[in-house]
């Protein structure tokens, strides 16, 4: 069974720049696709991010060109950096495998704010 730990969030003023890490236990991690979710107060949870085994990549609107989803498969983890931060991004921001998900992780909390 996989299980997913993320870790890197913080609170950064607008326009800074955040790195996720998302470590993953079990074998499957580099056969599936992976995504980074996030989730606002008050919102639903987001795809924002999605990388393939091989490297292809695939972003929401929002992010695109701000963020980049990255991933080791041999640390079985995969990254989120983001770049030019706004108020917006504000949520908790979680990793999972695509389409079928797993028991989310606790996820990290990120906060843009002056």
């Known amino acids: 069974q996989v299980q997913l730990v993320e870790s890197g969030g913080g609170l950064v003023q607008p326009g800074g720049s955040l790195r996720l890490s998302c470590a993953a236990s079990?074998?499957?991690?580099?056969?599936?696709?992976m995504g980074w979710y996030r989730q606002a107060p008050g919102k639903q949870r987001e795809l924002v991010a999605q990388?393939?085994?091989?490297?292809?990549?695939n972003y929401a609107d929002s992010v695109k060109g701000r963020f980049t989803i990255s991933r080791d498969n041999a640390k079985r983890t995969v990254y989120l950096q983001m770049n030019s931060l706004k108020s917006e991004d504000t949520a908790v921001y979680y990793c999972?495998?695509?389409?079928?998900?797993?028991?989310w992780g606790q996820g990290t909390q990120v906060t843009v704010s002056s």
């Open positions: 999972n495998l695509l389409p079928n998900h797993v028991v």
């Open positions: 990388v393939t085994t091989g490297g292809n990549t």
């Open positions: 079990g074998s499957i991690f580099r056969l599936n696709v």
